[in-house]
């Protein structure tokens, strides 16, 4: 039997600097990824270690795949350290990914805080691609500063097909946009009650508050996906390290959740 643990290689064939400390790695795999929108691949640095990552690219161009990275600790610092020519390995893709048989035909509101946009990323690309198998579809991206908003590129192409808006917690000169919560974006869009789902991704704090404030204004837990972080070491389900409080893995039942499936307090 193959080793589940053995990473298959793959080249960095660009690196783009997103933010002081976020870079996107465009790499090369051996052979084509074919990934669900919403999975993760576990990368390793080699003689340092691995991390899971959100495989930002779409599900349509399987041959070369995109992660963003924000450098915390060792594996993603030395990752940061690597260039153009330099090869990773790859094990995955691992995870759910996002249930789009189901949620197709339905009105699509993604909320994304900082690095969550990576998350939810390819299930947008999805949706760009397949865009006449979606009612509408918004993007409520924040971020910190204007400095700080993360694949700018993709967010000006995404636009062609769904309605964006940006907001900042701090504006900086230039900004011209929208200042405060990106929860408080919610409050523009004239949604329908039914027929409506939510995808979120973003830092602990803003899923509650998102969730809390979805639930405040009548719409089911049965309506919010959440796509969740947590510390992981294997990504297949067999060291316990990423589980809930109900039992379920992150890394293989998730990182995507339909919330009337896990217990309040996960939802963060
Ligand atoms: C499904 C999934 C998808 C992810 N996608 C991305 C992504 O697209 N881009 C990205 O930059 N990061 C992503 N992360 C987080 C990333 O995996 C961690 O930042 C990484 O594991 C840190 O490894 P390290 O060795 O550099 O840091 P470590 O030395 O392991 O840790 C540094 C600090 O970060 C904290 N930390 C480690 N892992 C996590 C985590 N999962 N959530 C919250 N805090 C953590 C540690 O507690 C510690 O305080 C994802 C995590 C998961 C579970
Ligand atoms: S990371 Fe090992 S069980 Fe999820």
Request: some cysteine.
């Amino acid at each position: 039997m193959l080793n589940p643990y053995m990473p298959r290689l793959a080249h960095i064939v660009d690196v783009v600097d997103e933010t002081r400390d976020v870079k996107t790695f465009i790499l090369r795999p051996e052979s084509a990824i074919r990934f669900e929108p919403g999975q993760f691949i576990m990368i390793s640095a080699f003689g340092v270690g691995e991390a899971p990552f959100a495989i930002a690219s779409s599900p349509f161009r399987p041959e070369l795949i995109e992660v963003s990275i924000r450098a915390v600790g060792n594996v993603t610092r030395a990752l940061h350290r690597m260039e153009k020519g330099d090869v990773v390995g790859i094990r995955g893709p691992y995870g759910n990914g996002f249930p789009v048989d189901q949620i197709k035909g339905h009105n699509v509101v993604f909320i994304a805080g900082g690095t969550g946009i990576f998350g939810i990323s390819s299930f947008v690309w999805y949706i760009f691609e397949k865009r006449d198998d979606f009612s509408d579809v918004y993007l409520l991206y924040g971020v910190r500063r204007p400095s700080l908003m993360m694949r700018r590129y993709d967010l000006e192409k995404w636009r062609d097909r769904i309605e964006v808006f940006l907001t900042v917690d701090v504006p900086e000169p230039g900004w011209n946009g929208h200042v405060g919560l990106v929860t408080d974006l919610l409050d523009r869009l004239s949604l329908p009650r039914h027929d409506v789902v939510f995808a979120l991704c973003g830092p602990p704090l803003m899923i509650k508050f998102a969730y809390y404030k979805l639930r405040k204004m009548g719409y089911g837990a049965d309506q919010i996906f959440v796509s969740l972080e947590r510390n992981m070491k294997c990504g297949i389900g067999k060291c316990g390290r990423c589980m809930l409080s109900n039992g379920l893995y992150v890394c293989k039942d998730g990182p995507v959740f339909r919330c009337d499936q896990i217990p309040e307090r996960d939802i963060e």
